[in-house]
């Protein structure tokens, strides 16, 4: 199972960027999928988690500003982050709770993709 994380980039502050990921591999079923980022030097922190179809939670932070969305047929999760601002530069990391089609549920990263915005 794998995580392929795609997007990111340099904007501007104020401008728009999308990150996306698939999930891959032999996959019986997902339940949470969502983002992570971290600071330089610091801990992960949570962004946006999707529990399910009607279940979503975003970070203070990101709220009104970020949207969390699924696409569970393509087994894949994105990140629509508008009004970006410079203290949102930070690596991003997709997360799902992936179920394998042989061994119970567990954690999955994707790569990390680094967004910055500049000032």
């Known amino acids: 199972v794998q995580l392929q994380a795609s997007g990111g980039g340099l904007v501007q502050s104020g401008g728009s960027l999308r990150v996306s990921c698939e999930a891959s591999?032999?996959?019986?079923?997902?339940?949470?999928m969502g983002w992570y980022r971290r600071y330089a030097g610091k801990e992960r922190e949570l962004v946006a988690m999707q529990y399910s179809p009607i279940s979503t939670t975003y970070a203070e932070s990101v709220k009104g500003r970020f949207t969390i969305s699924r696409d569970n047929a393509k087994k894949m999760v994105s990140l629509q982050m508008n009004s970006l601002k410079p203290k949102d530069t930070a690596v991003y990391y997709c997360?799902?709770?992936?179920?394998?089609?042989?061994?119970?549920?567990?954690?999955?990263w994707g790569q990390g993709t680094l967004v910055t915005v500049s000032s």
């Open positions: 591999g032999s996959i019986f079923r997902i339940g949470a």
């Open positions: 997360y799902a709770r992936i179920n394998p089609t042989e061994g119970p549920f567990d954690d999955y």
